[in-house]
């Protein structure tokens, strides 16, 4: 298996809603990734789980809460977000932290915050 | 001073001809260097990534680092259509910080 998979593909939310985006990859890495990304601009980098303890957090705000409760599983808790936190969230894993062969990306859930 | 440069485009080549695509990067502690392709509305796929200063070929694609110049390129040889896509150059920091330029539109004219 060389994939990442995410779910939800598509996922639309209303600023009052609570949800959750899911990650899941079985290649063994050690290290997972959460991106967000706007249209026409790259991916930003959010947060960086290594040997399941989260080891980066690029000054997200606290309405996105991440959690890597196995060393296969990512989540995205979502809570009370705004219309601008709609973007594409890439969920991606590497081997190793901090010896880098290139991610892998899974193919995103599509946000929209109504 | 961002991480990553790349000239957003859009680049646009005859199908057949040689594509050429240039990222600079600002820290010399840069590790590894990767570029990913981009097709609109899909997640980013890794084509090559370079350690070494100098050449790596891989099929069509040429990827090239010289790390005293802090630059790293991407040459697409017999380029296609299928090839028109965003192509992002990656750099991994020390400390497991991984980075993307923002991005070069290739268009591949048939």
């Known amino acids: 298996d060389t994939e990442v998979t995410q779910t939800p593909k598509h996922l639309v939310m209303g600023m009052t809603n609570k949800k959750s985006l899911k990650c899941e990859q079985h290649m063994g890495h050690r290290a997972m990734y959460w991106y967000k990304q706007k249209a026409k601009k790259p991916p930003e980098l959010m947060f960086v789980?290594?040997?399941?303890?989260?080891?980066i957090n690029e000054s997200v705000p606290s309405r996105f809460s991440p959690e890597c409760p196995n060393s296969s599983l990512l989540n995205l808790h979502l809570h009370a977000l705004q219309p601008e936190d709609s973007a594409l969230y890439l969920c991606?894993?590497?081997?190793?932290?901090?010896?880098?062969?290139?991610?892998?990306f899974g193919s995103g859930t599509r946000l929209t915050v109504v | 001073q961002k991480e990553v440069e790349q000239n957003s485009g859009p680049l646009s080549v005859p199908e057949g001809a040689i594509a050429s695509l240039n990222c600079t990067y600002s820290d010399r502690g840069s590790q590894s260097f990767f570029w990913y392709r981009q097709y609109s509305g899909k997640s980013p796929e890794l084509i090559m990534f370079i350690y070494s200063n100098g050449d790596k070929e891989d099929g069509r694609f040429t990827a090239q680092l010289n790390k005293a110049s802090q630059y790293v390129s991407l040459l697409i040889r017999d380029s296609q259509p299928s090839d028109s896509a965003t192509y992002l150059c990656?750099?991994?920091?020390?400390?497991?910080?991984?980075?993307f330029g923002t991005g070069t539109s290739l268009t591949v004219i048939p």
């Open positions: 991606a894993s590497s081997q190793e932290p901090g010896k880098s062969y290139g991610y892998t």
């Open positions: 990656a750099v991994n920091l020390p400390g497991n910080q991984f980075y």
């Open positions: 789980y290594s040997y399941e303890k989260l080891s």
